[in-house]
């Protein structure tokens, strides 16, 4: 069925470290894939989003790839600030109908 | 930027009881979402509605009733809360059916005891 997997619960870094947060997504077609981030007290906004296969997308240092070979969307950034720290959530909308599934997010804690 | 603000805040009730969270989105977007957010589950989609008077049903809308009474308003309706309700809600609104960004309110913490 339709379902995007992010398997880290919770990864923990210092800063300038670098991240990556897994993604996997499962359906038919080509789904458009974003990442929100959620910080501490507020709702999920979004982070980027890709719509094309094999593009790239960036926002603030955070850079995902749409890998429809591995049907992967994995974030990654180079240097991890401690304001960084939030919850990560991967996303995909599917073109059949629009619906937009999420994984189960990954807390990102970056220490000082 | 576009707005939606959600109350209360924080809500504490008992198994039994009758709750009502509200939100509210000041941008004219069409479509308006309820989720629920659980500690391993993400986000699950209750109900959403793309107007004044509709009311479509998500992936998790048992125990929920909902009701968009304006463009602008979309309540979620607990008529018997039980405990697995206890949860983190997020209304969140969008222009169009998926085909742009979604913006989420500050959500409501809710406590069934």
């Known amino acids: 069925g339709d379902s995007v997997i992010q398997m880290q619960g919770q990864v923990t870094l210092s800063e300038n470290d670098f991240l990556f947060i897994n993604c996997t997504y499962s359906?038919?077609?080509?789904?458009?894939l974003f990442w929100y981030v959620q910080y501490s007290g507020e709702g999920p906004q979004l982070l980027l989003q890709?719509?094309?296969?094999?593009n790239k997308g960036s926002s603030r240092g955070f850079e995902a790839t749409y890998d429809k070979g591995t049907t992967s969307f994995h974030l990654q950034k180079t240097s991890v600030q401690e304001i960084d720290s939030a919850v990560y959530y991967c996303?995909?909308?599917?073109?059949?109908?629009?619906?937009?599934?999420f994984g189960d997010g990954t807390q990102l804690v970056v220490k000082p | 930027e576009a707005a939606v603000t959600q109350s209360p805040r924080n809500k504490v009730t008992v198994t039994g009881g009758n709750v009502t969270l509200s939100c509210r989105q000041t941008?004219?977007?069409?479509?308006m979402y309820w989720y629920r957010q659980d500690t391993g589950h993400g986000l699950r989609l209750i109900h959403y509605?793309?107007?004044?008077?509709?009311?479509q049903i998500g992936d998790v809308p048992d125990g929920y009733k909902a009701t968009r009474t304006t463009q602008e308003d979309f309540f979620l309706l607990l008529e018997l809360a039980s405990p697995s309700q206890t949860s983190l809600y997020f209304c969140?609104?969008?222009?169009?059916?998926?085909?742009?960004?979604?913006?989420f309110g500050p959500g409501t913490r809710l406590l069934v005891l």
């Open positions: 890709v719509t094309t296969a094999n």
């Open positions: 509605s793309y107007g004044a008077g509709n009311l």
């Open positions: 359906t038919t077609g080509y789904p458009t």
């Open positions: 941008n004219s977007h069409n479509y």
């Open positions: 969140a609104s969008s222009d169009t059916w998926g085909q742009d960004t979604q913006y």
């Open positions: 996303a995909m909308r599917l073109n059949s109908n629009n619906r937009i599934f």
